[in-house]
């Protein structure tokens, strides 16, 4: 089990939005990888967010910083909406 959580810990750090990757395609990516974590190895919700937003070029982590998300779901969406934003 110790093996499993630093696979899932590292893998989950590693975690990056490949270049020109829509962040719908993203965010499947790394709930697929979320998902597949066993419980004892998930990381808290703050450290999940934090290593989420370190995913993204800086200014998309500035604009998705500025808008509160309580749990990385929300972050999630938050993401898709920043995505957007820049796009319009």
Known sequence: MKKDALYFSTKFEELKR??????FDFINRCNKLYHKMPPDCKP???????????????DFVVMLKEITSRT???????AIEVEENRSA
């Open 18 to 23: 490949n270049f020109g990757e829509p962040v």
């Open 44 to 58: 808290l919700v703050a450290v999940a967010k934090s290593r989420f937003s370190k995913a993204f070029e800086y």
């Open 72 to 78: 990385l779901e929300d972050m999630q969406t938050n």
